[in-house]
C-alpha cells in the first residue's frame, strides 16, 4: 500500500513538474516570437520611413537611417557607399516610389533583411536590404537591388 500511494505521490509530482515546464516553455516561446514580431514591425516602418524620405529628398533622415558602414549596389549595377547614396538622393526627383510584397526575416535581435519589390517611376526592380539594429535603432547597412524589366535608357 505504501509503495502504491508513494507511486502516486511521484507520477502527480512529476506531471506537476511537467506541466509548469510546459507553461515555461510556451511563455519562452512567446517571448521569442513577440521579439521577432516587433522587431520586424520596426522594419516595415523603417522601409516606408526611407521610401517618404527619398521622394522628399529628405537626406538628412537617409543619413541617420544608412549606417557610416553603408555599401549599396544599385540596379543599374553602381556601387556606392553612405555618402554616394545620399548625393544620388540630395537632388533626384523621383515622382513616385511604390513598394510591395516586403518581408522581413530577423536573423537575430540585431540583425536581419528586408526584402522585396520596389518600383521608381516606372521601373521594377527587386531589392534587399541588409539591417543592424545600434543602440535601438535600425539602420541599413547594404543594398542591393536588381532590374525586373527595363524598357528605355533612363540613366542614373
Known amino acids: 500500500m505504501k509503495k502504491s500511494s508513494f507511486l502516486v505521490l511521484l507520477a502527480c509530482c512529476l506531471s506537476t513538474f511537467c506541466i509548469g515546464q510546459t507553461d515555461q516553455k510556451k511563455n519562452k516561446d512567446s517571448k521569442s516570437d ?3 514580431v516587433v522587431g520586424q514591425q520596426q522594419i516595415l516602418q523603417l522601409e ?3 521610401r517618404k524620405a ?4 529628405d537626406v538628412k533622415t537617409l543619413g541617420e537611417i ?3 558602414e553603408y555599401k549599396g549596389l544599385n540596379q543599374y549595377g553602381v556601387a556606392t557607399t553612405k555618402v554616394g547614396a545620399i548625393a544620388n538622393w540630395a537632388n533626384r526627383k523621383n515622382t513616385t516610389i511604390v513598394l510591395d510584397s516586403v518581408t522581413v526575416t530577423l ?3 540585431t540583425t536581419a533583411v528586408a526584402q522585396g519589390l ?5 521601373v521594377q526592380m527587386r531589392f534587399e536590404h541588409s539591417l543592424v539594429k ?3 535603432q535600425w539602420r ?10 527595363f524598357k528605355g535608357t533612363k540613366g542614373i
Open 140 to 149: 541599413i547597412v547594404s543594398v542591393r537591388q536588381k532590374l525586373i524589366e
Open 54 to 57: 527619398k521622394v522628399d529628398n
Open 48 to 50: 516606408e520611413l526611407v
Open 34 to 36: 513577440q521579439w521577432e
Open 107 to 109: 536573423n537575430s535581435k
Open 118 to 122: 520596389q518600383t521608381e517611376d516606372g
Open 66 to 68: 544608412f549606417a557610416d
Open 134 to 136: 545600434q543602440g535601438e
